[in-house]
T-cell receptor, first 111, second 115 residues
Framework: KQEVTQIPAALSVPEGENLVLNCSFT??????LQWFRQDPGKGLTSLLL?????REQTSGRLNASLDKSSGRSTLYIAASQPGDSATYLC??????????FGSGTQLTVLP | SAVISQKPSRDICQRGTSLTIQCQVD?????MFWYRQQPGQSLTLIAT?????????ESGFVIDKFPISRPNLTFSTLTVSNMSPEDSSIYLC????????????FGPGTRLTVL
C-alpha cells in the first residue's frame, strides 16, 4: 500500500527566501506525482504534475522534481511571497488513477 | 483543465440524518473520485465512481454508509448516511483530465458538521 510522507510539517520563512518542500513515497510504481496548494477552508489547486517518466516540471517560480528510484519529490519555490502562504500537498497517483496524499506542509511567508 | 462544482458548500446536520453531496464536472470524464478530509488531516480516498458500474470503495469505507451514484459522465453524488459527529469533515470530489496527463482537479469541497 502506497504511503506518502511530507516534511517539514510546517515551515515559516521571511519573504524573498527560496525554499524546498519534500515528499517521499514508498511504492515507486506510480503513474504520476502531483503537487497541490490548499488555502484555509478551500479546495485544492493543482500546481504541478510530473509524469513517472519525467524528472522535473516548472511553472513560474515553482519547480518540482521527481526521483522514482529513491521515492522522492521536491517542490522548490523561488523568491517566496506572502501570497504563497498555504498548505502544500503532494499526491502519488496509482495505476487506477487514485491519489495517495501526504499530510502536507503548512507554509507561512512572513512579510 | 476541468471545472468542478459541488453542492452544498457546507451544511450542519443532526446526528442520525443523511446528506447527499452533488458533484458536477464541466466535461465528460470516465472516472470520478470522492475524498474525505477530516479536521487537521490530509485527504483520504473514499471510493472511485465510474459511470455504468458500481463504485469501488477503499478499505474502511462501505456502501451502506457512503452510497454513491454516477448516472452520467459529468455528475456524481455521495451520500453520508446515518451521520455521527465523527463524520464531520470536508468531502471533496475530483476527476482526472482525459488523455495521457491524467491531471486531477478538485471541487471546492463540502464542509459537513454533524451535531
Amino acid at each position: 500500500k502506497q504511503e506518502v510522507t511530507q516534511i517539514p510539517a510546517a515551515l515559516s520563512v521571511p519573504e524573498g527566501e527560496n525554499l524546498v518542500l519534500n515528499c517521499s513515497f514508498t511504492d515507486s510504481a506510480i503513474y504520476n506525482l502531483q503537487w497541490f496548494r490548499q488555502d484555509p477552508g478551500k479546495g485544492l489547486t493543482s500546481l504541478l504534475l510530473i509524469q513517472s517518466s519525467q524528472r522535473e516540471q516548472t511553472s513560474g517560480r515553482l519547480n518540482a522534481s521527481l526521483d522514482k528510484s529513491s521515492g522522492r519529490s521536491t517542490l522548490y519555490i523561488a523568491a517566496s511571497q506572502p501570497g504563497d502562504s498555504a498548505t502544500y500537498l503532494c499526491a502519488a497517483s496509482g495505476s487506477a488513477r487514485q491519489l495517495t496524499f501526504g499530510s502536507g506542509t503548512q507554509l507561512t511567508v512572513l512579510p | 483543465s476541468a471545472v468542478i462544482s459541488q453542492k452544498p458548500s457546507r451544511d450542519i446536520c443532526q446526528r442520525g440524518t443523511s446528506l447527499t453531496i452533488q458533484c458536477q464536472v464541466d466535461s465528460q470524464v470516465t472516472m470520478m473520485f470522492w475524498y474525505r478530509q477530516q479536521p487537521g488531516q490530509s485527504l483520504t480516498l473514499i471510493a472511485t465512481a465510474n459511470q455504468g458500474s458500481e463504485a469501488t470503495y477503499e478499505s474502511g469505507f462501505v456502501i451502506d454508509k457512503f452510497p454513491i451514484s454516477r448516472p452520467n459522465l459529468t455528475f456524481s453524488t455521495l451520500t453520508v448516511s446515518n451521520m455521527s459527529p465523527e463524520d464531520s469533515s470536508i468531502y471533496l470530489c475530483s476527476a482526472p483530465t482525459s488523455g495521457f496527463d491524467n491531471e486531477q482537479f478538485f471541487g471546492p469541497g463540502t464542509r459537513l458538521t454533524v451535531l
